[in-house]
């Protein structure tokens, strides 16, 4: 099938279950429901896991046809953000880093909407310096016991299973004892607390593990590299949020955008500069993601150019939001019931410059692994975590 056909049954696919369904955000139970049915379809058509390997689930196409699908869903809005962390992150850790037997269980569910994943990095003493978390896994006869807090994960309440850090030795330096393990969301011992935000909504939440045993087969890489896994998934992470996989599967902020459409006076010529300055970003931001993805795909690891990437985004999501909100005036924030959705996008954009690494922190890793700047001095490097002041 030529790639023209391709499309003209992606579109028509999509014009014919997409039309209908809920808009993104953080879904109830029903709409949890709602959600695995339509990825059921979703893969069923042939449209999930479009790149991925055929051996493993996928569809095993190329990235031509990945792309334009996702050109021809970017018109719907696409019931898919509890999947977004398993597609985007979780996933493709274990399609490189996974054993075959933990990618034939958990690769087609994840793919076919069975299985929802979260990603369990941060902590409440380790936001930006994930290395600095410390929650334990202990080694026991049949695998491990794993005692500590999560927080800020996503969609963690949904999860069926999820990617858990942990530390598995005090007395190396904080980022050589770590080790990544996949976690039952719903092993005894696991407790799952929402958190609401400032939009009104939990989109994160604080989990508790309380002696969680761990089967030693779901170790994921080796033991005390998991620092490594974890510059994977985060790789990931960051290419999936700034191409817009993290955040749904939609790369602009539909809300924003009908803003801007309806609120914009385009004889301003002040206006129309703006306008030319958000469509140029967003335009770069397309074509660096499509770079970074080809790339990725003929075996060119991008490395911290996906910090780049993200970076990016971030500063697009604010200042598309800036400009949304001096369009619309007053009404950004003062609107009737019901009409809010540009008051809880605008609210969002800060989020994007924290969520998969502070925009400091993507600055400090293109300047030392893009530009070769000298690093930041560490007093840390060499010293066992157990060693260091505030983790004793």
């Not at 994977?232 to 809300?255: K, Q, W, Y």
């Not at 335009?283 to 990437?309: C, D, H, I, W, Y």
């Amino acid at each position: 099938m030529n790639l023209q056909e391709y499309r003209r049954r992606a579109r028509a696919w999509l014009e014919a279950n997409a039309q209908d369904t809920e808009a993104e955000g953080t879904p109830d139970a029903g709409g949890v429901a709602t959600a695995k049915a339509f990825m059921a379809r979703m893969y069923d058509a042939g449209y999930s896991g479009i790149s991925w390997p055929g051996e493993w689930g996928g569809q095993g196409l190329t990235q031509a046809e990945e792309r334009a699908f996702a050109e021809e869903a970017a018109g719907f809005t696409l019931p898919t953000y509890v999947f977004s962390i398993g597609l985007g992150m979780c996933g493709p850790t274990l399609v490189d880093l996974g054993t075959p037997e933990q990618k034939t269980r958990h690769l087609r569910p994840l793919l076919r909407g069975e299985e929802i994943w979260c990603q369990l990095f941060s902590e409440p003493g380790a936001g930006s310096d994930v290395a600095a978390l410390q929650t334990r896994a202990t080694p026991t006869e049949d695998g491990w016991t794993v005692t500590g807090q999560k927080v800020w994960t996503s969609v963690a309440q949904h999860a069926s299973y999820g990617l858990l850090l942990t530390r598995t030795d005090v007395d190396a330096p904080k980022h050589k004892g770590l080790s990544m393990f996949i976690v039952d969301m719903r092993a005894p011992g696991v407790t799952v607390r929402p958190l609401r935000d400032m939009t009104g909504r939990a989109h994160f939440n604080e989990i508790f593990f309380d002696d969680v045993h761990i089967p030693a087969e779901n170790l994921v890489g080796q033991v005390n590299d998991g620092w490594s896994c974890a510059v994977t998934t985060l790789l990931h992470e960051r290419l999936s949020i700034s191409s817009g996989v993290g955040m749904g599967g939609r790369r602009d902020n539909p809300v924003a955008f009908e803003a801007l459409r309806h609120t914009a006076d385009t004889a301003d010529p002040v206006v129309r500069d703006q306008l030319v300055e958000l469509h140029i970003r967003s335009r770069a931001l397309a074509l660096f993601n499509e770079r970074l993805s080809q790339e990725t795909k003929a075996g060119v690891f991008p490395g911290a150019r996906g910090s780049a990437a993200k970076l990016l985004l971030a500063e697009l999501t604010m200042f598309q939001a800036d400009l949304a909100t001096s369009l619309a005036g007053p009404g950004a924030v003062a609107y009737e019931e019901g009409g809010g959705r540009l008051a809880e996008a605008v609210s969002l954009a800060p989020a994007m410059a924290l969520g998969g690494g502070t925009n400091e922190i993507m600055r400090n890793i293109i300047g030392d692994r893009v530009l070769n700047l000298p690093p930041e001095p560490r007093v840390d490097k060499n010293v066992p975590f157990k060693d260091l002041k505030a983790n004793g």
